[in-house]
């Protein structure tokens, strides 16, 4: 790493040494579960540039653009609308955490019953190795888990810019009247924080931008519709992480250059796996970086990996923002309509999650559904068990598995996800 770097992280407070050792792992981890892989598009080396410098160019840019004015908003759901952000002046970026890091300071703060994403975000801020953290001038928490909801409590003793959304937890008239005060708070405190009124103008150009952005990814999920797959999960799933941190335009463009590529694969029946190898549906839980345990687990084992029903990933990207109207008033209503049919499992009841997740077993054409679920997440883990058994009525083969970040249990889960897939055969 240049010298330029380094300094540029220890004026944003990072730990140097232990920055060090988190991106030694990160490099390892990725050299063997992404580079080992065969026959990826020649696009995808675009990821593999971002991911190089992912805590370098990057922040730098956000960095660069600080000095101008412009502000950057960290974000831990997909319930924060990034339009907002975008029409205030602001560049948001995804702060969800995918590894383990100073477990036992985090243990001093949280139970160690906390989900590991919960955890991790903590493990980031107390070890001091995340740069966009260090990098935000607003952290945004939700109210939507009960773990989240009383960790931001906590986290807000460690940072100083902590701002919370009262985020609903049923989808009624109530509900979206929450959103929607809390959607026009949230605007209040963009205007607030960047000194920039949102106006229609404004609105609609940001919405049109974040909307190209999940464009580009409806075109690479509709991609992976084909047999032979055109593409691994492992890569479309980075495709959907690095969504939540780079330069939009940059993201939709490069996403879009892939899917060129991909069509041509398609063309010529040419794929990542043999036609015919099994195809999985992953349901459940987000997978931030550089979580790609499962993933890697279940395409090492004979299957591909062909749609996510994950908020990294269709949950999180589907449903474009109808851009049709030009007042302030109308573009923040199509806003709160498109996110409020989120079915994210902390609603309750949420039948439109179990509606999706068979959706997407038809269009994808998947053999099997893995359910993936955090350990202590309880949304999740409590819906997985009728999710899973709706899907098994319907004849639609589901594994569900419980894990973590650890890597202990990667032979225990092969051995079930390899005989899993062995019976989708
Ligand atoms: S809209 S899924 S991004 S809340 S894994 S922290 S639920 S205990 S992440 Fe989420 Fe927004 Fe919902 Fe999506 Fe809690 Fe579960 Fe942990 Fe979770």
Redesign the pocket.
């Known amino acids: 790493m240049s010298e330029d770097y380094r300094s540029m992280w220890q004026n944003l407070g990072l730990d140097l040494v232990a920055h060090d050792a988190l991106l030694g792992v990160l490099g390892k981890f990725y050299q063997d579960i992404y580079l080992a892989q065969k026959n990826r598009p020649a696009g995808m080396q675009y990821f593999d540039f971002v991911m190089s410098e992912v805590h370098g160019l990057r922040i730098r840019e956000l960095l660069d653009e600080k000095k101008t004015g412009r502000k950057v908003i960290g974000t831990?759901?997909?319930?924060v609308p990034e339009e907002i952000a975008l029409a205030g002046n602001a560049t948001m970026v995804g702060l969800c955490a995918g590894a383990d890091f100073a477990m036992e300071e985090v243990e001093k703060i949280l139970p160690r019953n906390t989900?590991a994403?919960?955890k991790s975000t903590f493990g980031f801020k107390l070890g001091k190795v995340c740069p966009y953290l260090e990098a935000s001038d607003m952290i945004v928490g939700?109210n939507?888990?009960d773990?989240?909801k009383k960790a931001y409590e906590s986290l807000g003793s460690l940072v100083s810019n902590l701002y919370v959304m009262d985020i609903p937890q049923m989808k009624s008239a109530q509900g979206r009247a929450l959103l929607k005060s809390e959607y026009r708070r949230f605007k209040e405190a963009i205007e607030k924080l960047t000194g920039v009124t949102i106006d229609g103008a404004r609105l609609k150009q940001a919405i049109e931008i974040v909307n190209n952005k999940r464009k580009a990814i409806h075109r690479l999920s509709k991609l992976r519709q084909a047999d032979p797959a055109p593409i691994s999960g492992l890569d479309a799933l980075l495709a959907n992480q690095v969504f939540f941190y780079d330069n939009p335009q940059r993201f939709t463009d490069s996403v879009n250059k892939i899917c060129d590529e991909l069509e041509k694969r398609v063309e010529q029946k040419q794929g990542v796996f043999p036609a015919g190898t099994p195809r999985i549906l992953m349901s459940g839980?987000?997978m931030a970086v550089p979580n790609w345990k499962l993933p890697w687990i279940v395409e090492t084992s004979g299957a591909v990996i062909v749609g996510e029903e994950s908020?990294v990933g269709e949950?999180?990207t589907r449903n474009l923002v109808n851009a049709s109207g030009n007042t302030l008033d109308e573009l923040m209503e199509a806003i709160i309509d498109r996110y409020f049919q989120?079915d994210?499992?902390?609603f309750t009841p949420n039948p439109d999650r179990l509606k999706h997740v068979e959706e997407m077993v038809k269009a994808y054409k998947a053999d099997g559904v893995i359910h993936y679920g955090?350990q202590?997440?309880?949304?999740?883990l409590m819906e997985a068990i009728p999710v899973a058994k709706a899907l098994e009525d319907r004849n639609i083969p589901t594994l569900r598995i419980e894990t973590d970040y650890g890597m202990e249990d990667v032979g225990q889960l092969k051995t079930r996800v390899e005989a899993f897939i062995e019976m989708l055969k």
């Open positions: 831990y759901c997909v319930f989900c994403l919960i939700e939507t888990c773990g989240k839980c987000p908020c949950r999180g989120v994210c499992a902390i955090l202590f997440c309880q949304p999740y």
